[in-house]
């Protein structure tokens, strides 16, 4: 069952509800599907046992879908952040945001989170969105590379559409300067504290030749090092962009503090990265970070949290009659069947579609 082709994961909880009061709760699938998290780590341990790169990989995917915010509406009314928008294919409405540069060529874990919502359909069907799988497999990819837990705030919503040019716009850029990275974050309401924890995620993965090549042949903040033993896999032109090598080269498969430390001596494989220890206002916190795990992982729990908050409807948001009634309408339009319940609300029903896809790139 894949999460992919709109409407592709359903929207199986009241919509009405979720405009109105879609206040995000860790116990959300508690009655409706009580085994939800555990099949979702499960299948997470597993891929993650396969190849340890796909930890980084999850958990970008849902980085990725958190910080682009696709329009669920025509007139743009409603703006969402973890919303499964990264995982929609393109269609003759809308171009997706895979092929966004900053995901073409390097988002991969898709066939990971298809399988994931095939074994989570075969204990509950049609009530777990993808956002919230993207949300829990990114906490348990984590986990199982030796990093913290921290409590995952469930009752996401799907989207219908996706945003090439929001992809290409708002997610942060591996050339980006500090206060680029600042701002960036400032606009999806996540303080600098977050960002530096947040950045922290790269002490796994991989990164692509063409995200470091300037850095390595280019910069003089880099270990002399670390530059000539990239140099050999990421030529200065020509081929290779696609060639992989690890963000944090001591330990790229354990998720610990060793990112920070490596910024300490200028071995921070980005530009973006080497940022955040520079001579700039988060020198002292990349210092702290890198003689203190326990507080990194505190900070880095409650940012992802935070991230996973990025614009919800919650409360009173987007109550306005009109504004329900242009959903409803939009989706109608895009063949989503409405059930109604004793309530007066509706549940969305939508077809899931199987697709195949071609991983490729970092992490």
């Not at 919502?117 to 590379?145: F, G, H, N």
């Not at 940022?275 to 992982?297: E, H, I, K, P, W």
């Amino acid at each position: 069952m894949a999460c992919i082709h709109p409407p592709s994961c359903l929207l199986a909880f009241f919509l009405f509800a979720a405009i109105a009061s879609a206040q995000l709760s860790s116990t959300f699938y508690s009655t409706s599907c009580p085994l939800a998290i555990e099949t979702i780590r499960h299948a997470v341990r597993v891929a993650v046992a396969k190849e340890a790169r796909m930890g980084a990989s999850l958990l970008r995917l849902h980085f990725h879908d958190c910080f682009v915010n696709a329009s669920l509406t025509r007139t743009h009314a409603f703006l969402l952040g973890c919303d499964g928008s990264v995982l929609l294919d393109d269609t003759s409405s809308f171009t997706g945001e895979k092929t966004a540069v900053p995901n073409n060529n390097s988002l991969r874990g898709f066939d990971v989170i298809d399988n994931i919502k095939s074994q989570v359909e075969a204990v509950c069907k049609q009530v777990v969105s993808c956002a919230d799988i993207l949300a829990v497999a990114a906490r348990e990819s984590v986990a199982a590379l030796g990093g913290p837990l921290w409590t995952v705030q469930l009752g996401r919503r799907d989207a219908t559409t996706a945003s090439l040019d929001a992809a290409n716009t708002e997610i942060p850029s591996p050339k980006s300067d500090l206060d680029d990275l600042i701002s960036a974050y400032s606009k999806k309401g996540l303080g600098t504290t977050d960002m530096v924890a947040l950045s922290g995620a790269h002490t796994i993965g991989q990164a692509r030749c063409i995200s470091f090549r300037d850095r390595i042949y280019n910069e003089t903040s880099i270990d002399s090092s670390l530059a000539t033993s990239r140099q050999s896999n990421c030529p200065s032109s020509g081929d290779g962009d696609d060639n992989l090598s690890p963000l944090d080269a001591v330990t790229c498969t354990l998720f610990d503090n060793f990112f920070f430390r490596n910024l300490v001596k200028k071995k921070g494989l980005l530009h973006s990265d080497q940022q955040l220890f520079s001579g700039g206002s988060t020198d002292s916190l990349v210092t702290t970070y890198s003689t203190n795990t326990a507080r990194f992982f505190s900070d880095f729990a409650a940012a992802m949290v935070k991230m996973g908050n990025i614009s919800p409807l919650t409360g009173t948001d987007g109550e306005k009659t009109n504004d329900r009634e242009n959903i409803i309408s939009y989706l109608s339009s895009q063949h989503v069947a409405f059930a109604k319940y004793p309530s007066g609300k509706e549940k969305t029903k939508a077809t899931l579609h199987l697709s195949t896809h071609v991983d490729k790139g970092p992490r």
